[in-house]
């Protein structure tokens, strides 16, 4: 088991963080190298204002036509993806994983919070999971790597809370939470979780499009 | 995973154009034809989409199709991809016959490329982008609607859509000019006049079947003393369908010579009729496949060109328009041009009562004749209808809060809700604006 947690903590999370933060890159660059190919034109349509407008409309809850259709969705998104982003990094015993290996360290977040925020993250994926069940229009458009991609990220909420707790196979569930995070570091730049990345660049554009030739709100 | 909702069309349409289309094709050819388009064509907004696409089905509520069809998913803008786009890329093109079949009918008649679902999209993912590289494909097979295809045939000989001989087009604004000149004896059409002001253009559909809307144009520009001339030769047409059959290379010699056109007379601007896809193919598509950033001669939709009359005087109003009217934001000159203010102060200088429909501006919908559609011709044009009971649902409810007059500044929308009018027997009055302000304005004794 220890030798098993010393892999996992270890030569796994740098492989981890390396394919994560070089994977992330490669994806960026890689597409800015194919706009750079075949789609130059689309840097003489880039605005920084009409971008910067269209992800501020789009990044606060309500302030779209479409997020006020959806009020509990919205909520929920919205609560998921800032616990999602938040909780592991403000997380003390994360914190402190950083200062032993690193000696840098940072303020973190109450415990009391961070279980919340936790239980946020796995009730929103209960929510999605419900919601692509039940759904038709998602049902329809939904297939396994749908739910393979939800299970990659409720996880390791759903270890680490486990693990927290320590109710039983403590052990267990630690290097399962930490294996799971890992999984989740890798698959976001190589999955669908690659919305991360280029999210803001697809509404940049269709901003820019809208705001710079279209003169009409997309929102 | 999840089961394919039931096909809702009662029987299957005939067009031959997708029939012996479909007979042609080999699977080797298929699949050269969807690698050489997704692969070599397309590049990063193609990749950036499909792989940022969440599946959240967020887009639904912005089609038409998905709300005249009670919400059944297989009409939303995700499920028409689902069904296209995704199959040929997860089989990596090595998709049937029978499917390119069903692919082209979806790409081509149940999507209007009316972007409602990018302003519903979270990540403004264009999926009428994606509807186009799916129509694309099915062009490079030769599987595209008869009706539509034969109207890119028409462009292709003549220059313009409705195969309007040489002849033709000069004799039909001579017969407009003496018909308008019994109401305004000094009217002139004037042909080929170097270095005016302003070329005016129309669709190919104006000289072939709305004359009159020539006519009024022509008693327009005669009274607010402009200068302004008409082409006599080819590229006088700026209407452009091979821009939503997919023939890129159709569409760029269509724009190419109706700029060229403008450019050989020396005007200082295009001004254009009340029509929505040739605003969107001269100020956004075509000019782009030429190489333009912009256009390279400024165009002037009809609103904004009788904005400008009315602001500057050039047109005064003798009496508005009484009856109660609504208004009908088509996509490409609202959604797609921010059109939508000027629009309404027009409405509001010469009707006396106008009332919103709801949704508007933005996010009115969609007419489902617009990309095409309409043009695809009777074969789907019950689709069509049974696909936009939401907008017969929108009408009826301004319709009860008084209004009798719809305007519709746009030929796709005006044609597409004329038929909804007829099938949903709304009894609505369908009026371009110019109709309205040919009505309305001052004319010399009268």
């Not at chain 1, 486990?162 to 976001?188: D, K, P, R």
């Not at chain 2, 489902?368 to 649902?393: D, F, H, Q, T, W």
């Amino acid at each position: 088991m220890n030798s098993l947690y010393n892999f996992v903590s270890g030569p796994l999370a740098w492989m981890a963080f390396i394919i994560f933060f070089g994977g992330c890159l490669f994806r960026i660059i890689s597409i800015l190298a194919l706009v750079h190919k075949k789609e130059k034109f689309i840097y003489t349509y880039m605005s920084w204002k009409y971008s910067f407008r269209s992800i501020m409309h789009w990044i606060i809850p309500f302030a779209t036509v479409n997020w006020r259709k959806h009020p509990v969705l919205t909520l929920v998104t919205f609560a998921f993806h800032i616990c999602l982003i938040i909780t592991p990094i403000f997380l003390l015993s994360h914190i402190i994983l950083w200062d032993e290996s690193w000696n840098v360290s940072w303020w973190s977040l109450p415990d009391s919070l961070v279980q919340v925020m936790t239980l946020i993250v796995i009730g929103s994926c209960v929510f999605f999971l419900i919601r692509r069940l039940i759904a038709p229009e998602v049902q329809y458009v939904t297939s396994a790597s749908d739910y393979i991609i939800l299970a990659i990220v409720a996880a390791p909420f759903i270890t680490g809370f486990m693990a927290y707790y320590q109710w039983f196979g403590y052990q267990f569930f630690t290097i399962l939470h930490i294996f799971s995070g890992e999984v989740m570091l890798v698959a976001i730049p190589f999955t669908r979780l690659s919305h991360m990345l280029f999210s803001p660049f697809t509404r940049a554009y269709m901003g820019s499009e809208f705001g710079g030739v279209r003169h009409a709100r997309d929102w | 995973m999840a089961e394919p909702a039931k096909k809702v069309e009662e029987k299957k349409v005939i067009d031959e154009g997708l029939e012996k289309g479909t007979d042609r094709l080999t699977p080797d050819r298929i699949e050269k034809v969807i690698k050489q388009v997704l692969e070599g064509e397309s590049g990063a907004r193609l990749k950036a989409y499909v792989d940022t696409c969440i599946h959240c089905g967020l887009c639904s509520e912005a089609c038409h199709y998905y709300l005249s069809h009670d919400n059944d998913p297989r009409w939303s803008p995700v499920g028409k991809v689902k069904q296209t786009l995704w199959e040929m890329l997860k089989k990596k093109g090595r998709v049937s016959a029978d499917f390119i079949r069903t692919t082209a009918e979806i790409a081509s008649t149940e999507c209007n490329l009316c972007k409602r679902c990018a302003m519903y999209c979270p990540f403004g993912i264009d999926i009428a982008y994606l509807m186009l590289i799916v129509r694309r494909i099915c062009h490079r097979l030769g599987v595209t609607p008869l009706y539509i295809q034969d109207t890119a045939h028409s462009h292709s000989v003549t220059m313009n859509q409705m195969w309007v001989k040489g002849d033709e087009w000069p004799d039909t604004l001579q017969w407009q000019e003496e018909e308008a000149q019994a109401e305004i004896p000094t009217l002139r059409i004037p042909l080929e006049k170097e270095g005016a002001d302003i070329m005016y253009s129309v669709i190919g559909p104006g000289p072939k079947f709305q004359a009159q809307l020539i006519y009024q144009a022509a008693v327009i520009m005669n009274i607010a003393g402009l200068d302004w001339t008409m082409p006599a030769t080819p590229g006088w047409d700026n209407s452009d369908m091979a821009m939503f059959t997919g023939d890129n290379e159709i569409m760029g010699r269509i724009k190419r010579t109706h700029f060229e056109t403008a450019a050989r007379l020396k005007v200082k601007r295009i001004v254009m009729g009340e029509c929505g896809h040739a605003f969107r193919s001269i100020q956004d598509v075509g000019n782009r496949w030429l190489g333009w950033r912009m256009p390279p001669i400024p165009i002037a939709h009809a609103i904004e060109f009788y904005y400008e009359l009315l602001k500057e005087g050039k047109i005064r109003v003798a009496k508005k328009y009484a009856e109660t009217v609504t208004f009908q934001d088509p996509c490409n000159v609202v959604r797609g041009a921010g059109l939508h203010e000027k629009a309404r102060d027009v409405v509001n200088q010469i009707c006396e009562n106008f009332i919103e429909m709801h949704p508007n501006r933005e996010h009115n919908y969609c007419c489902c004749a617009g990309g095409g559609v309409i043009n695809c011709g009777p074969p789907y044009k019950l689709k069509r209808m049974k696909s936009n009971r939401i907008k017969a649902e929108q009408l009826f409810a301004v319709k009860s809060r008084g209004a009798k007059t719809l305007i519709a500044p746009c030929h796709n929308c005006h044609s597409g809700l004329e038929d909804i009018n007829h099938h949903y027997e709304l009894g609505m009055d369908i009026k371009f604006l110019g109709d309205i302000l040919y009505e309305v304005m001052e004319k010399p004794e009268s």
